[in-house]
């Protein structure tokens, strides 16, 4: 049986991604598993991998299409198989006329009916309209028109709301699920959606496996004069500038800073590498992530997200650490870290970050984020503050830890010292709560036994 080449979800904000080539042609014989394109998202330049075997029967999107998470791809199945009715058209569109990523339209509003036995049947089409509905959905208007009462002019059905027919109950999970059901096969009467056709859709994307990702190749420098060049931006870079001018001119940022005495920190860093191999070591960040992650079990507020009339706060605590690469920067999510152990922090950081740099992240390496540490310590950096990461509530900036002079007990010593600065937004919280939550983080580096139990 035929099965369709889907665009996988590479990260919670990722709607689309633009496919760059394809690597095998019609009539190909394709593995499962096999890389048969190459596509790029806001993250970086991905092997798409089949996630079915057969022969490559037909390709539903063009090189330079952008598609949407979800969308077909292509089609594989047995040689000779009749696929004339898995089109998928209206799937891709040229990347010249992609629209620029952010907050889509609302879904219509539904009629109250929930099941599907309560949409009434559609009536019979004129010929005309017929046709229309048995054309693929990308010959299909935007809006399907009914004559006015007054027979003057058309006026625009209210019956299939964005052109497109679907049951109540279809509706609604492809709202919930942020599904277009310009993308999913009608399988009921007269081309209307069903509920079993968007589920069917969405167990399709979910299952699309993680395809192996390659490095973004920064583009180069193209002279426009004698002292000028112009630069291309990559879709990283482009995506890094949308979501942080989003986040600054949208969240209203404020910022705490704290110094705090990294020595005993450090010594028992020392003491927990001494008897571990290269590759288990811990690092100063990975103790950083865990007492932020212990931290903020104290302060909900800040392991939360803004969304408008509410606030809503996350059960788990996944930590996110800023990663640079060739291009901008990535950041991964040690996922439940207030209650994994220090040494399974280490190892998940240490396997996530290196995946990243060498160019071979998986989606969920980005996942499920509910508070960023942005460590530039590697830098010699004294202090800095960072843009908060959205959707989330606050980002901790962390600077060197070094030797200075410092004053114990009324006289002169020297110490490690480190600063650390949050960037919270004061539309969720207020500078007490964020000066509670540095004094508390603080004392857990100063104190760091607790960060092993």
């Not at 080449?5 to 991604?17: N, Q, S, T, Y």
């Not at 209206?90 to 219509?108: D, T, V």
Request: overall charge negative; glycine content about 8%; proline content about 8%.
């Amino acid at each position: 049986m035929a099965e369709y080449i889907v665009m996988p979800k590479l990260g919670f904000d990722m709607r689309e991604a633009q496919l760059v080539r394809w690597l095998k042609e019609v009539g190909d014989q394709v593995n499962k598993g096999d890389i048969v394109a190459e596509i790029e998202s806001d993250k970086a330049t991905l092997e798409l991998e089949a996630q079915a075997g057969g022969v490559l029967l037909k390709k539903l999107a063009n090189d330079g299409d952008v598609v949407p998470v979800g969308g077909n791809m292509a089609i594989v199945g047995q040689q000779g198989e009749d696929v004339s009715g898995m089109d998928g058209a209206g799937q891709a569109r040229p990347a010249a006329e992609a629209k620029p990523a952010g907050k889509e339209a609302p879904a219509p509003q539904e009629a109250p009916a929930e099941e599907e036995a309560a949409a009434a049947p559609p009536e019979k089409e004129a010929p005309a309209k017929q046709e229309a509905a048995a054309a693929p959905p990308a010959a299909r208007p935007e809006a399907e028109a009914k004559p006015a009462p007054d027979g003057k002019a058309p006026a625009v059905s209210e019956e299939y709301p964005g052109g497109v027919k679907a049951t109540p109950v279809a509706r609604r999970i492809a709202r919930e699920h942020e599904v277009d059901l310009k993308q999913v096969a009608a399988s009921g009467p007269g081309g209307r959606v069903r509920k079993a056709d968007v589920e069917s859709f969405l167990e399709r994307r979910e299952a699309a496996p993680a395809p192996a990702v390659a490095p973004a190749v920064a583009p180069a420098a193209v002279p426009v004069g004698p002292d000028t060049a112009e630069v291309e931006l990559t879709r990283l870079r482009k995506a890094i500038g949308r979501r942080m001018a989003e986040s600054k001119t949208t969240a209203p940022h404020f910022y705490v800073t704290t110094e705090i005495d990294m020595g005993p920190a450090l010594e028992l860093r020392k003491q927990i590498n001494a008897s571990l191999p290269e590759e288990q070591k811990v690092t100063v960040n990975d103790m950083i992530v865990k007492a932020a992650a212990l931290t903020l079990r104290d302060f909900p507020n800040l392991n939360a997200s803004f969304a408008g009339d509410k606030l809503v706060r996350h059960n788990r605590i996944n930590i996110g650490s800023a990663v640079a690469v060739e291009g901008g920067l990535l950041t991964v999510v040690q996922q439940n870290t207030d209650i994994s152990t220090l040494s399974k922090v280490a190892a998940d950081n240490k396997t996530m970050i290196a995946r990243a740099r060498q160019g071979k992240s998986r989606p969920e390496d980005f996942e499920g984020g509910t508070f960023t540490v942005s460590n530039l310590g590697a830098y010699d950096v004294d202090h800095f503050i960072a843009i908060i990461n959205p959707p989330e509530a606050a980002i901790l900036a962390v600077g060197t830890a070094r030797e200075v002079p410092v004053v114990v007990n009324g006289g002169l010593a020297v110490g490690w010292r480190m600063k650390a600065t949050i960037s919270a937004d004061h539309r969720v919280s207020d500078g007490a709560e964020a000066a509670q939550f540095m004094q508390k983080f603080k004392e857990l580096l100063e104190r760091p036994l607790r960060l092993l139990l």
